[in-house]
């Protein structure tokens, strides 16, 4: 599934308190969506790793009643106490199978030693596959019977949108566009420490933005995402010196158009990120007016980037002709 209908398919979940279980290779921002779900819907969030404890830990500390002169268990405190949330059970099946048994009332029956989980708490839980090399558990069938899964994938097109949403450097996207295979190159049957993921890309972002001396960039940015990654993303980035002046043509002056592929991915992010960040109608009607002569795929790649980032485009006056001209491509 695409992360707009994990997220779509999720939150119906979580507000039918129906267990869900998330799976997904590393690093494609499972957690990053569950988090965002419970903000847009105003709850709390409660982040609970399970392969961190030991089998006692949820069920609480017994203890002597005097009144009843029975044993009960102390809850612990880290369990939700509030109105409504999400209870994120990330990386489940990294658990122990002790550990995971021990969730199996929490989850079917909501409910554990002396603690009753709040009837406006939705339980949701992620991990990797067992295919993806990870260090995960086999889950038992009747643990796995106590969820709906579902399963995400990464798009390039999906994840282009959170990149201009989220600020991501222009030369990020650009090359990610150039090159989509760039953005996941996990491989379960290689033994390397660095890939590239969409929160290594993320990584990269930061150390772009951190001020790192030039000489450190390639082995800096080659242990986030890997050294052939990083030389193949460097040596793109080199082309930015040869874009034509991005002010110009969002000032509607007279500007150059690159022939060289790489050059026009470039020039694309760059044109988009700064309609993103300041969408006037003026600035929105020169981009149109010069991507009328961009060759076609990068003029249709440009304006749907845009709209990628929330921008609206129907109030420009140019918008119709740029549309007639190019609705060969967006049949």
């Keep these: 599934m695409r992360s707009e209908e994990v997220t779509q398919t999720l939150t119906a979940m979580v507000e039918s308190k129906i267990p869900t279980f998330l799976w997904g290779p590393p690093g494609i921002g499972k957690s990053s969506i569950v988090k965002q779900i419970a903000q847009n819907l105003e709850m709390e969030f409660i982040d609970l790793r399970l392969s961190l404890m030991d089998p006692t830990d949820l069920k609480g500390i017994p203890f002597y009643d005097k009144e009843s002169h029975t044993a009960l268990w102390a809850p612990p405190a880290f369990l939700p106490k509030g109105k409504k949330g999400i209870l994120f059970l990330d990386e489940l099946n990294s658990a122990p199978p002790a550990v995971q048994a021990s969730a199996y009332q929490l989850i079917l029956d909501r409910e554990v030693g002396e603690y009753k989980l709040p009837d406006g708490w939705s339980i949701v839980a992620a991990g990797n596959r067992e295919s993806d090399r990870g260090v995960v ?13 579902l399963e995400m994938d990464v798009y390039v097109d999906d994840w282009k949108r959170w990149a201009f949403s989220a600020g991501i450097d222009e030369r990020i996207i650009a090359y990610i566009g150039y090159k989509n295979e760039a953005l996941f190159t996990f491989d379960p049957t290689q033994n390397v420490k660095s890939f590239a993921t969409p929160r290594s890309w993320e990584f990269v972002n930061d150390i772009l933005q951190s001020g790192i001396n030039e000489k450190l960039l390639l082995e800096s940015i080659g242990g986030a995402i890997g050294k052939e990654a990083a030389i ?6 080199k082309v930015m010196h040869r874009l034509p002046d991005i002010e110009a043509i969002l000032q509607g002056n007279e500007a150059e158009y690159p022939k060289e592929v790489d050059v026009l991915y ?6 988009s990120a700064a309609v993103i960040s300041d969408a006037s109608i003026e600035k929105i009607d020169n981009v149109l007016n010069y991507s009328l002569e961009l060759q076609s795929e990068f003029a249709v790649m440009l304006v749907q980037d845009i709209q990628r980032g929330g921008i609206t485009m129907e109030a420009s006056t140019l918008f119709e002709k740029w549309v007639q001209k190019f609705a060969y491509l967006l049949e």
């Design 266 to 271: 470039a020039l694309s992010a760059g044109l």
């Design 232 to 237: 193949g993303f460097l040596a793109f980035s």
């Design 137 to 149: 558990y086999k889950m038992p069938a009747p643990l796995a019977n106590r969820f709906v899964h």
